[in-house]
C-alpha cells in the first residue's frame, strides 16, 4: 500500500508540478463532502481542510487560522513575490533547509509546509527536463524573465551561486569587493536571461534593449574593477609603508640614545 501511494505522489508531482499538493488539497476542499482517499499525505490532508474551512467566510478563515497557524503563515509568506523567488532560488540550489532559514530569518517549521504545498521540487532535481518544463519555463512564459534566469543560474550552479544571487537582492554590501561580486553575480543572470530569449520579431526590440543593458553594466564593472584594483594597491602600499615603518623604529630609538649618550659625556 505505501508502494502504491508513493507511485501516486510521484505521478502526481510529475503531472501537476511543485504545487501538486495544493492543487489536489483546494480540488478536495471544494469537493463537498467529499473524503480525501487513504494515500494522501498528513500535508495535503491539512491543507484540504484549511482551505475548506477559508471558503465559510470570515469565521471559517479565523478557524483556519487557530487550527493551522503554520499553513496560514506560509501561504501569506508565498504571497510576498520577492521572498517567493528567493525560496524558489534556494531550494532548486538545494541548499540545505536549515541554511534557508537563518538567511532569509523564516522558521523551519513554515519553509516546510512552503515546500509541501508550493514548491516540492526536491525529489524531482535530478530531472532537469521536468525542472525546466515546470519550473523555470513557467516563470518566463508568465513574462518574469529575469526570475527564470536566476532560477536557472541558481539551478545549474548550485548552493554558493543561489546565495549570492539572494544576497545581492537582499542586502546593501558596503565593502567594495563584495559590491563587485554581487553585480558580477546580477550581471551574469543577465546574461543567462539573454541568452535564452527567443528572437522572434516581436522581441527583437526587448533583446537590443537587453544588450545594449549588459554592455552597459560589464563598462561600468570593468571601471569598478579598475578602482577596486587601484584602491588594493594603494592599500598595499601603505601596509608596505607600515611595516617599514615599524621595522625602522628600533633602530631609530637606538641611534637617538645613543645621540642622548654622546651628548651627555660631551656636556660632563
Known amino acids: 500500500m505505501e508502494q502504491v501511494g508513493n507511485l501516486c505522489v510521484g505521478w502526481r508531482r510529475v503531472e501537476l508540478g511543485a504545487d501538486w499538493r495544493k492543487h489536489l488539497a ?31 467566510g470570515e469565521p471559517g478563515q479565523a478557524a483556519a487560522g487557530k487550527k493551522y497557524p503554520d499553513i496560514a503563515t506560509a501561504v501569506a509568506a508565498w504571497g510576498q513575490p520577492e521572498l517567493r523567488v528567493a525560496v524558489q532560488i ?7 533547509a536549515a541554511e534557508i532559514c537563518e538567511l532569509l530569518q523564516v522558521q523551519e517549521a513554515i519553509l516546510q509546509v512552503i515546500e509541501n504545498l508550493y514548491f516540492d521540487v526536491r525529489p524531482m532535481l535530478t530531472a532537469a527536463p521536468w525542472i525546466v518544463a515546470k519550473v523555470i519555463n513557467p516563470e518566463a512564459d508568465a513574462g518574469r524573465d529575469d526570475v527564470a534566469a536566476r532560477l ?11 546565495k549570492k544571487l539572494i544576497e545581492a537582492k537582499l542586502r546593501l554590501p558596503t565593502e567594495p569587493a563584495e559590491q563587485f561580486a554581487d553585480a558580477a553575480m546580477l550581471l551574469h543572470a543577465k546574461i543567462v536571461q539573454a541568452t535564452e530569449m527567443p528572437l522572434t520579431s516581436e522581441q527583437s526590440i526587448e533583446f537590443m534593449k537587453l544588450a545594449v543593458e549588459i554592455r552597459r553594466d560589464e563598462k561600468f564593472l570593468q571601471l569598478e574593477r579598475e578602482k577596486l584594483a587601484f584602491r588594493m594597491q594603494r592599500w598595499a602600499q601603505r601596509l608596505e609603508l607600515a611595516q617599514i615603518q615599524r621595522s625602522a623604529s628600533p633602530q631609530n630609538n637606538e641611534r637617538a640614545d645613543e645621540d642622548r649618550t654622546a651628548a651627555s659625556a660631551a656636556a660632563n
Open 152 to 162: 536557472r543560474a541558481a539551478y545549474s550552479y548550485g548552493p554558493y551561486v543561489a
Open 26 to 56: 483546494e480540488d478536495y476542499a471544494a469537493r463537498d463532502k467529499v473524503r480525501m482517499p487513504g494515500e494522501f499525505d498528513v500535508a495535503t490532508r491539512q491543507a484540504a481542510e484549511f482551505y475548506r474551512l477559508q471558503s465559510q
Open 90 to 96: 534556494l531550494v532548486l540550489a538545494n541548499v540545505p
